[in-house]
């Protein structure tokens, strides 16, 4: 059971440069997110989507773009890179409305560590 | 807005002995729900604990429980026989239980050491 999978787990960019974070799962989850975690800060929401066609930003959105054309997949583009985004980016996932059956129970990828030259 | 609070940077304790994580949550709301996270060294988060405000009674899962005052706005974590395996970080998130909300605030956490 795959889960929740992020690619790539690591990478590197220069300033300005373009990337794409992916982010797939395999239960059919309707709400998906991606958070970034930098040191003193916690999880801050970047963007998240509660069904295919539907994306909404979070607290942090600025630099970063999602779509969702499909419920298993839900990238986070980086369209001019910027040190300030080097952080380790989680993708997750839950049943639909975060405070329904299974309230909070968002299930995590392992991370993706960005830096940003 | 929400805000989550977690006073305790670091925190260490020593192995088979009991250890308590703060937090606290400004909200104006009165249901809700909140949690506990676990991130060990691996980042992959796993919920702990989950507590839904419109009940009395503090959870419990096996060594973990929460000690849960509404009316404080305190949401504390109890670890007790910490084992070297409880070496993560700990956050503390909350979530608005009305309407449609897909929203979780998560506070900015506390790493636990266990020691042997």
């Known amino acids: 059971n795959a889960g929740v999978t992020q690619t790539p787990k690591f990478q590197v960019l220069k300033t300005g440069q373009s990337m794409t974070l992916q982010c797939a799962q395999d239960?059919?989850?309707?709400?998906m997110s991606w958070y970034r975690q930098d040191p003193g800060m916690g999880l801050r929401l970047i963007h998240y989507?509660?069904?295919?066609?539907?994306?909404d930003q979070g607290e942090v959105p600025n630099g970063y773009n999602v779509s969702r054309s499909t419920t298993e997949d839900f990238p986070l583009r980086l369209l001019s890179a910027a040190p300030s985004q080097t952080s380790v980016y989680f993708c997750?996932?839950?049943?639909?409305?975060?405070?329904?059956?299974?309230?909070?129970?968002?299930?995590f990828g392992e991370g993706s560590r960005l830096t940003v030259l | 807005a929400q805000t989550v609070t977690q006073s305790q940077p670091e925190m260490s304790v020593q192995e088979a002995e009991t250890v308590t994580l703060s937090c606290t949550y400004d909200?104006?709301?009165?249901?809700?729900?909140l949690f506990w996270y676990k991130q060990p060294p691996s980042r992959q988060m796993i919920l702990v604990i989950r507590?839904?405000?419109?009940?009395?009674q503090n959870a419990t899962e096996n060594r973990f429980s929460v000690n849960f005052q509404k009316a404080a706005k305190s949401f504390s974590l109890k670890i007790s026989d910490s084992q070297l395996g409880d070496t993560a970080m700990y956050f503390c998130?909350?979530?608005?239980?009305?309407?449609?909300?897909?929203?979780?605030?998560f506070g900015k956490g506390t790493l636990l050491t266990v020691n042997p």
């Open positions: 998130a909350f979530i608005y239980s009305g309407g449609s909300n897909y929203k979780l605030t």
């Open positions: 997750a996932s839950s049943y639909s409305n975060l405070a329904g059956v299974t309230a909070g129970e968002l299930f």
């Open positions: 989507s509660v069904g295919a066609g539907i994306t």
């Open positions: 239960m059919n989850h309707e709400y």
């Open positions: 909200t104006s709301e009165s249901n809700y729900y």
């Open positions: 507590q839904e405000a419109y009940k009395q």
